[in-house]
């Protein structure tokens, strides 16, 4: 069936370098996406979404990118800090404003001080 | 966005028992849903958690296992029935409404022993 995955299960950086997390998404019809950060013991919490009729949103310190051509989401996050250091959930709506959401494997971050 | 509150926060239960889950958000909202997420995984959705009629479950849940009940737009509470250690899980309550992202509640953590 139709499904999120994501490239890499784990990604370490060192503090104050640029983070990028990949997300793939295989269906098509998909116009809403989200990117959650869950910390530990914690419930999923937002950070930025894109509309499908968008190919990059900003907020602070994090970017969203969106190439519908391959279906494809990244998540940048700019000068990482130890607490960034989660697990990060690429979520889709596929279809309609009901907000059911379909999400990713997750990628572990670690930020080494 | 809004705030949920879930309780428990956590529990441990015998096999066999029912455990009911709270979630209440301080905003009315258009959506809530319950999901799933199994140590170290993703989150898998359970149903959706209609307003004054039974809830929509999705592929692989059941009713008779997972009772919702949504009585107004603020409160919703899931059941996990008949509860075997393969019930041991994170239980998330998910709310959105028409302009709000989908945001979590901290969820609940559920041991079956």
């Known amino acids: 069936g139709e499904s999120v995955g994501l490239h890499l299960p784990t990604l370490s950086v060192q503090e104050g370098d640029n983070s990028i997390i990949n997300c793939a998404y295989s269906n098509s019809a998909s116009d809403y996406f989200i990117w959650y950060k869950q910390e530990s013991g914690k419930g999923p919490q937002f950070i930025i979404d894109?509309?499908?009729?968008?190919d990059k949103r900003q907020g602070q310190r994090v970017t969203v990118l969106l190439n519908k051509t391959v279906k494809h989401l990244s998540l940048q996050i700019a000068a990482t800090q130890p607490g960034d250091s989660a697990v990060y959930f690429c979520a889709e709506n596929s279809g309609g404003s009901n907000y059911k959401l379909t999400f990713g494997k997750g990628t572990l971050l670690t930020v080494n001080p | 966005s809004a705030v949920i509150s879930q309780k428990p926060s956590r529990d441990i239960c015998q096999r066999g028992t029912s455990l009911t889950i709270q979630c209440q958000v301080d905003?009315?909202?258009?959506?809530m849903f319950w999901y799933r997420q199994q140590p170290g995984q993703s989150l898998t959705l359970i149903a959706t958690?209609?307003?004054?009629?039974?809830?929509?479950?999705e592929s692989g849940f059941v009713i008779d296992k997972f009772p919702i009940s949504r009585p107004n737009l603020t409160f919703s509470t899931l059941t996990v029935s008949n509860m075997s250690p393969e019930d041991s899980s994170i239980y998330l309550c998910?709310?959105?409404?028409?302009?709000?992202?989908?945001?979590f509640g901290q969820g609940t953590r559920l041991t079956v022993v």
């Open positions: 894109i509309r499908s009729n968008m």
């Open positions: 905003s009315q909202v258009t959506m």
């Open positions: 958690a209609n307003q004054g009629s039974e809830a929509t479950y």
């Open positions: 998910s709310a959105a409404g028409a302009i709000t992202e989908a945001f």
